[in-house]
């Protein structure tokens, strides 16, 4: 079971700047989440597109200049980043989970991640873009087939895990509010991975586990992987 530092390791610094990407990747996370919106043409990573909710700004997030956005304090005194500061601090060590958030960032992505594989240590296997927005996950196939997209829910629906399917997709993402074990055989029996969000309680790392999901987003990677490690320890005991 993968371990996805969510939003970086946001249960011990500031979530989406580069301490919390710091933070998971001193504590060897599987794959670290991010999430990007468009501001003055420049992919940032940010959760909400009000930035009150994560840093001392006001407004919206497409409603402000670059300049203006990088004054502003995100925890910690530190700025919002911007995805390639991003991209260059992780330097391939890692998978990496871009959850888009905003409309038109398809195509920067795109060349943004293209000059990541040429210059700061991925590849592109190492890449997966997941959205609510699944009209953007189809954009992204359209321009590049072969890479990873993970439609993102936070429902039930009634025909389960087919709208991965449809997309094409690698893997789908659903609220731990939703999960249950018929929608995890649906996607699996699809070929799809199923990650859920947001697991950080213990007794959710079990479950999930013992429902054989493929991964969790956490805010907190150690506890979550000091667990799943010892749950193998377990199984490998008791097989």
Same mark, same amino acid.
């Given at each position: 079971?993968?371990?996805?530092?969510?939003?970086?390791?946001?249960?011990?610094?500031?979530?989406?700047?580069?301490?919390?990407?710091?933070?998971?990747?001193?504590?060897?996370?599987?794959?670290?989440?991010?999430?990007?919106?468009?501001?003055?043409?420049?992919?940032?990573? =940010?959760?909400?597109?009000?930035?009150?909710?994560?840093? #001392?700004?006001?407004?919206?997030?497409? $409603? @402000?200049? %670059?300049?203006?956005?990088?004054?502003?304090?995100?925890?910690?005194?530190?700025?919002?980043?911007?995805?390639?500061?991003?991209?260059?601090?992780?330097?391939?060590?890692?998978?990496?989970?871009?959850?888009?958030?905003?409309?038109?960032?398809?195509?920067?992505?795109?060349?943004?991640?293209?000059?990541?594989?040429?210059?700061?240590?991925?590849?592109?296997?190492?890449?997966?873009?997941?959205?609510?927005?699944?009209?953007?996950?189809?954009?992204?196939?359209?321009?590049?087939?072969?890479?990873?997209?993970?439609?993102?829910?936070?429902?039930?629906? =009634?025909?389960?895990?087919?709208?991965?399917?449809?997309? #094409?997709?690698?893997?789908?993402?659903? $609220? @731990?509010? %939703?999960?249950?074990?018929?929608?995890?055989?649906?996607?699996?029996?699809?070929?799809?991975?199923?990650?859920?969000?947001?697991?950080?309680?213990?007794?959710?790392?079990?479950?999930?586990?013992?429902?054989?999901?493929?991964?969790?987003?956490?805010?907190?990677?150690?506890?979550?992987?000091?667990?799943?490690?010892?749950?193998?320890?377990?199984?490998?005991?008791?097989?």
């Amino acid at each position: 079971m993968l371990v996805f530092a969510h939003r970086g390791a946001s249960g011990h610094e500031p979530e989406n700047t580069i301490l919390a990407i710091q933070q998971a990747l001193a504590m060897k996370v599987d794959a670290i989440e991010i999430d990007v919106h468009l501001c003055d043409g420049e992919l940032i990573v =940010i959760h909400d597109r009000w930035l009150h909710k994560s840093t #001392n700004g006001t407004g919206k997030v497409s $409603d @402000i200049s %670059f300049s203006e956005l990088r004054k502003l304090d995100a925890g910690k005194g530190q700025p919002v980043p911007t995805l390639e500061e991003v991209l260059v601090e992780i330097n391939g060590q890692c998978l990496v989970n871009v959850e888009l958030k905003a409309d038109k960032t398809v195509i920067p992505l795109m060349e943004l991640v293209n000059k990541a594989v040429a210059e700061y240590g991925f590849t592109y296997n190492q890449f997966l873009f997941s959205s609510f927005n699944h009209h953007l996950l189809y954009e992204i196939k359209a321009l590049n087939k072969d890479l990873n997209i993970g439609a993102l829910t936070a429902s039930s629906p =009634i025909d389960y895990a087919a709208f991965a399917e449809q997309l #094409n997709a690698y893997s789908v993402h659903i $609220d @731990i509010d %939703f999960v249950s074990a018929n929608f995890i055989d649906d996607a699996h029996q699809r070929g799809l991975q199923v990650y859920v969000y947001t697991v950080d309680d213990e007794i959710d790392i079990i479950e999930m586990h013992r429902l054989g999901v493929d991964g969790i987003f956490s805010n907190y990677p150690t506890r979550s992987l000091v667990k799943i490690a010892h749950l193998k320890n377990l199984s490998l005991l008791n097989s």
